[in-house]
């Protein structure tokens, strides 16, 4: 962890809310793209209670450990708890928390892509929950697999095993034509 996120933690666990509100910033965009990715339009609101139960629990926070993977815990079971909660099992509606530039090419090529992402979310959105938090924390969250370890509670061999599933679920629930899911 770096000097300076160990520094605000240090300083929000002392009551500094504007270290916490620095930590929020830095972390806000992947939080709401886990969150995206299993509670669905209730992102929102699951990332905002995450941020102030990870705030009220800051004390239990290790400091020699990763935040971002201890936080996405958080967020994850925020969003899990808020799914089951509102009974929803209805359509996943994930949108990407930042928007990429958009590049030079022409209109069609835009549309055919965004078609394709749609496709894609809309395989991801059929997976189970588990199938669905694992392809979020590692393609919409990024993170590496001994963070999604840490996230998820589990020995590495078990993430490999369980994304593995998770992707042959995927290509299975695409139509041919679709494309290729991330190996």
Do not use: C
């Amino acid at each position: 962890m770096e000097t300076t996120e160990r520094s605000l933690i240090e300083r929000a666990r002392d009551g500094d809310v504007d270290a916490f509100a620095r930590l929020v910033e830095e972390h806000r965009g992947v939080a709401l793209r886990v969150a995206y990715a299993i509670a669905g339009p209730d992102a929102e609101d699951v990332t905002q209670e995450a941020f102030i139960k990870a705030y009220r629990h800051l004390d239990r926070f290790r400091v020699q450990s990763a935040f971002r993977p201890w936080l996405l815990t958080i967020v994850a079971n925020e969003a899990r708890n808020g799914r089951r909660s509102a009974g929803r099992r209805g359509n996943l509606a994930l949108r990407v928390a930042t928007r990429r530039e958009a590049d030079a090419a022409s209109a069609e090529d835009e549309a055919l892509r965004a078609a394709g992402r749609q496709v894609l979310l809309d395989a991801v959105a059929m997976l189970g929950d588990h199938d669905r938090e694992i392809v979020a924390l590692r393609f919409f969250a990024g993170l590496s697999e001994a963070e999604m370890a840490a996230a998820l509670d589990v020995p590495a061999g078990t993430v490999k095993s369980r994304l593995s599933r998770a992707l042959a679920r995927l290509r299975t629930a695409l139509p041919e034509s679709s494309g290729e899911v991330p190996a």
